[in-house]
């Protein structure tokens, strides 16, 4: 059974940068063809894909946020980052990684982490 765990701190000063890592147990970040993604959840909005990694380690960004996104991985802890520079109140959102297989749905998300932008 895949696990994902989001960590990393609950709140963030504006213009800040915030960085969040899941971590990955039950499976490798590098087994072929998966793809190992940051979503986020705006209060009253939608999931907003913010992007991935792959299993060989490209990486791919919402064009709307690339600008600020870093996407990075560490295989010997198993583990993918994100950081998101120069946040604003309204990078306020729950923060989730998931899995998914090529094109396929995501198969598993972890818990969510809330993130708030305040000063």
């Known amino acids: 059974q895949v696990q994902l765990q989001e960590s990393g701190p609950g709140l963030v000063k504006p213009s800040q940068t915030l960085s969040l890592t899941c971590t990955v147990s039950?499976?490798?970040?590098?087994?072929?063809?998966?793809?190992w993604t940051w979503i986020r959840q705006p209060p009253g909005k939608e999931l907003e894909w913010i992007g991935n990694i792959d299993f060989g380690g490209s990486t791919y960004y919402n064009p709307s946020l690339k600008s600020r996104t870093s996407i990075s991985r560490d295989t010997t802890k198993n583990q993918f980052t994100l950081q998101l520079s120069s946040v604003t109140p309204e990078d306020t959102a729950e923060y989730y990684c998931?899995?998914?297989?090529?094109?396929?749905?995501?198969?598993?998300w972890g818990q969510g982490t809330q993130v708030i932008v305040s000063s």
């Open positions: 039950g499976g490798s970040i590098t087994a072929d063809y998966y793809y």
């Open positions: 998931a899995r998914r297989r090529g094109l396929s749905d995501y198969d598993f």
